[in-house]
């Protein structure tokens, strides 16, 4: 063999090297892919081997107790410890669980109230009777057809005032013959 072929061979042996090894030096970029997501999922998944890991050992422990394996005065000790390190493992997964439920909560919340303000604004335009609503009352949705009478008839009731019973000293109306709290006649 001449050196000439040792050479290719080896150029060869490299190539092939690299292009083997490319997967494992490039970090693939997913277009709209969030790192923060990606370091959550990886703790999620940490949290949950670590808890299956205890789950076993505690199996295992049980087991070995029951053959024999373990004197009984190490039993209570590391059954123990085990139990504290699961807790702990369970507290951080409810956690991280209860913080992303709460994310994903909080976005559809959001996105909700933006689809309704979207339907709603440029319908609340077009009705000059809301507009005017005032004076406490809260604008209505147009889906809403109560509020809409309630809010015309308070307008109207609001405009028909006659003034105070003579009696009791409560508010009547234009309308009224009696007095709605105590019943007297109103002139």
Do not use: W
């Not at 689809?115 to 009777?129: D, F, G, I, K, V």
């Amino acid at each position: 063999m001449d050196i000439g072929s040792i050479f290719l061979i080896l150029a060869l042996l490299l190539l092939v090297g690299v292009f083997i090894t490319r997967p494992f030096f490039e970090r693939k970029v997913v277009p709209g892919a969030d790192p923060q997501a990606d370091e959550r999922d990886h703790e999620l998944s940490s949290l949950l081997a670590e808890r299956d890991r205890l789950l076993n050992a505690l199996q295992e422990l049980d087991f070995d107790q029951a053959l024999g394996k373990i004197p009984e005065e190490d039993y209570p000790g590391q059954r123990t410890l085990l139990l504290q390190q699961a807790a702990e493992v369970l507290r951080k997964l409810d956690a991280l669980q209860a913080s992303s439920a709460a994310d994903e909560m909080e976005a559809r919340l959001e996105a909700a109230i933006a689809a309704r303000r979207a339907t709603t604004q440029p319908s609340l335009a077009a009705q000059p009777e809301l507009a005017g609503a005032g004076r406490g009352i809260l604008l209505a949705a147009p889906d809403d057809d109560l509020e809409i009478l309630l809010a015309k008839r308070r307008r109207e009731r609001q405009g028909k005032s006659a003034g105070f019973c003579p009696n009791c000293g409560g508010a009547v109306q234009q309308t009224d013959r009696f007095c709605p709290k105590c019943g007297a006649t109103v002139a």
